[in-house]
């Protein structure tokens, strides 16, 4: 009988729908959170318990008919169309690879809050979102708390260090990204939001003390921007505006940097987010050392394995050619290094957007160049 159960189970979790899991995608989910009738990945069925619902091993775990019955009549797709029938626009739907907390929100918004089943469950719209972040300081170590005020009038996020004063940053909201970084910072719910300061890329680090509360920051700024694309741009459908509302970095972590006139290599935080090349002495820094605009293929820039001429005897380096300069960098292995030159090549064969084109031309080199001959 068990094993007749578990036979029908396995048939049911291998139909389409059932397939990935109900919450972040994932293929071949091995769990089932019964109560809901779906079945899930392993990390997603650790969140489906802490919300007190019933999950079980569709493999390790006894199944009576009557829970498999539960599984058959209600399943994936009838979750989707239950749950899933007004995810706002600026909403993004977890992945796999996605940060744990942007996973938690989402499937406490689902199917704690309901959220997503009717308007009336929702309040994104507000014109102002006021609260406390806890903000990295001047000495890089300690968090300060600080009020944050995102104002679509204006259309600036902006932050106190004192209530009486002015704020100490206005921000406008066309110019940021948001990016989870709970690693780097150390604390679960941390963001970095990076806009452009005097043509520098300025890093703000912040936490907040729920995950709810960093993820409403996350998506109060998407909603904002979203608003502000649809008033530029009316004759565009709501899927391309959505689209980079905020970007996750393509790849972070230490290389090895020539300097421009071949001085030894010193070790860098490296981050590529989409089209620029930023480096840092720490990965916490506010600035960055330098950044380097990515262009296309077709004007100049290009990515090769090795170190410039004659200076080829040392492993793992690779050079990012632009018009003005060659970087040289060097990863500690050589998986990293093609990790890395994959994403420069793919973002060097990627066709230049107009924005892109703008983020070039606000980019202000830091340094005049100091063009290695060739
Ligand atoms: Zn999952």
Known sequence: MAEENRRQLLQIASQPGNDT????????????????????????????????????????DNWDQEQVDVMRTLGNEKAKETYETCIPPFY????????????????????????FISKEQQNYDCTKKEGILFKLGRDR?????????????????????????????????????????????????????????????????????????IVDWYYAIRAAKLDRRKIAFPDRNIEQLAEDLTKDFLLEGWLYKM???????KRR?????????????????????????????????????????????SPNCFTLNTPERKFVMKAESKEEMDKWVDQLQKVVEMPLTPQDSKMATLLVAKKPFNPIRR
Request: aromatic share 10%; hydrophobic share 35%; net charge positive.
């Open 259 to 265: 300097g421009p006139r071949n001085e030894p290599f």
């Open 269 to 313: 935080w490296f981050i590529l987010d989409k089209r620029k090349l930023m480096y840092f002495e720490e990965p916490l820094n506010a600035f960055p050392k330098g950044e380097v605009f990515i262009g296309n293929r077709e004007s100049d820039y290009s990515v090769t394995k090795g170190a410039t001429e004659g200076k080829g005897g």
């Open 141 to 213: 170590k300690t968090f300060q708390p600080r009020k944050f005020c995102l104002n679509r009038t204006n259309n600036k996020l902006e932050y106190y260090v004192n209530e009486q004063l002015k704020p100490k940053e206005e921000i406008n909201l066309d110019d940021v990204n948001a990016v989870f970084v709970p690693e780097k910072i150390g604390h679960p719910n941390s963001m970095q939001i990076t806009f452009l300061k005097n043509g520098s890329t300025r890093s703000l680090f912040v936490h907040s003390e729920t995950s709810k509360d």
């Open 21 to 60: 899991c109900a919450d972040c995608g994932a293929k071949d989910p091995q769990w089932a959170s019964l109560t809901l009738g779906l079945f899930v990945c392993l990390d997603c069925a650790g969140i489906h318990r802490v919300l007190s619902l019933r999950v079980k091993s569709i493999k390790l």
């Open 92 to 115: 993004r739907r977890p992945t796999q690879d996605d940060v744990h907390v942007l996973k938690k929100e989402w499937i406490l918004a689902k199917y704690e809050r309901e959220e």
